[in-house]
């Protein structure tokens, strides 16, 4: 496949980055525009808010569709059909003229934008194998991180100078620019397509098959693991540097950029790490590492925004380092059921993840306590399944390194 033939760098990197981050940016990237939204509706908080979830929830579980098709029809067919909704879906959001259509509209952006997140880890396994995904991964996430690093800001950019349907101007470019470059660029990479691959007893089987893999779920439970305690920080930390701490916004902006910069330190560490197990584990240790040191700060009464800050700068590296390798080690080795395997992995990931994150937001008193717990509680699980899974049941060494 030409695109990946030089994983390091290049046009097909950015393409393949590209992809993949038009279904998360479409989170971050519009968040400063839900005032505005809500004022253009006349609505209240709560209904704008459902533009968040509604869209959170329907990227989690639409993964599942794209697995068993990818398998079956291949890859390219299906991401292109993707990012094509995904791009009509965005045209809507700038059009929408209620709020009700526009929560329509982003449920539909998510089941289109989520074809990325899937079939992009299916098509790192055809090509590079169970060996060299995991550095491949790595590479394309650490790029990945700009997105959530820049996101933000120019969604407040976009919105103080054009309005709230700036944002979705922006996503729908990103859209069509990933869409046109995927038809030029992308070439098929399933050479083992499965035509009974859509078939419910099939879907079923692949299903039921992995969820009782010890090493599928060792590898996906680390990953939702890690990945919780990203959202339980996205979910609270505007409330707590804001709110609690009294940063301004953009003070709060260059915090939040901090931990990104902490993922794509991790990321970067990643590529360079060729035992799996041993990544995964050093990853986990500072999930829980960092976790632990910001609850213990807070419960000692050390508020601040070096107490919270600092520790999650170390858990987003942990998280950099565990996130790609976990990725790679629970779809590798599955050459038949990759698309499948990638989708599962990804739901577990954004469900588990988005509860997370969604209970956090709700659970704010007016302290920094709700969302250390639930990143200490995220560290400590992450920790605990690699520890109880990966090290002592070893389902890393079946699979080979």
Same mark, same amino acid.
């Given at each position: 496949?030409?695109?990946?033939?030089?994983?390091?760098?290049?046009?097909?990197?950015?393409?393949?980055?590209?992809?993949?981050?038009?279904?998360?940016?479409?989170?971050?990237?519009?968040? !400063? $525009?839900?005032?505005?939204?809500?004022?253009?509706?006349?609505?209240?908080?709560?209904?704008?808010?459902?533009?968040?979830?509604?869209?959170?929830?329907?990227?989690? =579980?639409?993964?599942?569709?794209?697995?068993?098709?990818?398998?079956?029809?291949?890859?390219?067919?299906?991401?292109?059909?993707?990012?094509?909704?995904? =791009?009509?879906?965005?045209?809507?959001?700038?059009?929408?003229?209620?709020?009700?259509?526009?929560?329509?509209?982003?449920?539909?952006?998510?089941?289109?934008?989520?074809?990325?997140?899937?079939?992009?880890?299916?098509?790192?396994?055809?090509?590079?194998?169970?060996?060299?995904?995991?550095?491949?991964?790595?590479?394309?996430?650490?790029?990945?991180?700009?997105?959530?690093?820049?996101?933000?800001?120019?969604?407040?950019?976009?919105?103080?100078?054009?309005?709230?349907?700036?944002?979705?101007?922006?996503?729908?470019?990103?859209?069509?620019?990933?869409?046109?470059?995927?038809?030029?660029?992308?070439?098929?990479?399933?050479?083992?397509?499965?035509?009974?691959?859509?078939?419910?007893?099939?879907?079923?089987?692949?299903?039921?098959?992995?969820?009782?893999?010890?090493?599928?779920?060792?590898?996906?439970?680390?990953?939702?693991?890690?990945?919780?305690?990203?959202?339980?920080?996205?979910?609270?930390?505007?409330?707590?540097?804001?709110?609690?701490?009294?940063?301004?916004?953009?003070?709060?902006?260059?915090?939040?950029?901090?931990?990104?910069?902490? =993922?794509? *330190?991790?990321?970067?560490?990643?590529?360079?790490?060729?035992?799996?197990?041993?990544?995964?584990?050093?990853?986990?240790?500072?999930?829980?590492?960092?976790?632990?040191?910001?609850?213990?700060?807070?419960?000692?009464?050390?508020?601040?925004?070096?107490?919270?800050?600092?520790?999650?700068?170390?858990? $987003?590296?942990?998280?950099?380092?565990?996130? !790609?390798?976990?990725?790679?080690?629970?779809?590798?080795?599955? !050459?038949?059921?990759?698309?499948?395997?990638?989708?599962?992995?990804?739901? =577990?990931?954004?469900?588990?993840?988005?509860?997370?994150?969604?209970?956090?937001?709700?659970?704010?008193?007016?302290?920094?306590?709700?969302?250390?717990?639930?990143?200490?509680?995220?560290?400590? *699980?992450?920790?605990?399944?690699?520890?109880?899974?990966?090290?002592?049941?070893?389902?890393?060494?079946?699979?080979?390194?």
């Amino acid at each position: 496949m030409r695109p990946l033939a030089d994983p390091a760098g290049g046009a097909a990197t950015a393409l393949l980055v590209l992809i993949v981050a038009v279904g998360p940016i479409s989170t971050d990237l519009y968040l !400063p $525009a839900l005032p505005g939204i809500q004022a253009a509706f006349g609505t209240d908080v709560a209904t704008v808010q459902l533009t968040l979830s509604v869209y959170l929830i329907a990227f989690a =579980f639409s993964q599942l569709i794209y697995g068993p098709l990818s398998d079956r029809f291949g890859r390219r067919p299906v991401i292109l059909a993707g990012l094509a909704l995904y =791009f009509v879906a965005s045209v809507l959001c700038i059009l929408a003229p209620t709020v009700e259509v526009l929560i329509g509209a982003r449920f539909l952006q998510a089941v289109g934008g989520c074809a990325g997140q899937v079939i992009v880890r299916a098509i790192v396994r055809d090509v590079h194998g169970p060996d060299g995904a995991g550095k491949v991964l790595a590479k394309i996430a650490a790029a990945m991180g700009i997105a959530p690093l820049i996101g933000p800001v120019l969604g407040g950019y976009l919105t103080d100078a054009f309005g709230w349907q700036a944002c979705f101007v922006a996503l729908s470019t990103a859209g069509g620019l990933a869409l046109l470059g995927g038809a030029l660029m992308l070439t098929e990479t399933n050479r083992m397509r499965d035509p009974a691959a859509t078939a419910p007893g099939r879907i079923l089987r692949n299903i039921g098959s992995l969820t009782v893999d010890p090493r599928f779920i060792s590898y996906s439970l680390c990953a939702a693991g890690s990945y919780s305690g990203l959202f339980a920080f996205i979910s609270g930390s505007s409330f707590v540097f804001i709110t609690v701490l009294g940063l301004e916004p953009t003070q709060f902006s260059y915090c939040f950029s901090s931990a990104v910069l902490g =993922f794509i *330190i991790g990321a970067r560490t990643a590529s360079r790490m060729n035992d799996r197990r041993r990544a995964v584990g050093i990853g986990a240790s500072l999930n829980a590492l960092g976790g632990l040191a910001m609850l213990l700060f807070l419960l000692a009464g050390v508020e601040s925004v070096v107490t919270v800050l600092a520790p999650m700068v170390v858990f $987003a590296i942990g998280m950099g380092i565990v996130l !790609p390798h976990a990725q790679a080690g629970a779809v590798a080795p599955y !050459p038949e059921k990759a698309g499948t395997a990638s989708a599962l992995y990804g739901t =577990f990931q954004y469900a588990i993840a988005s509860g997370v994150g969604l209970l956090v937001g709700h659970g704010f008193d007016g302290s920094a306590l709700p969302m250390a717990w639930a990143v200490a509680l995220s560290g400590v *699980i992450t920790f605990a399944c690699f520890a109880v899974l990966l090290w002592r049941g070893n389902p890393v060494r079946a699979a080979g390194n």
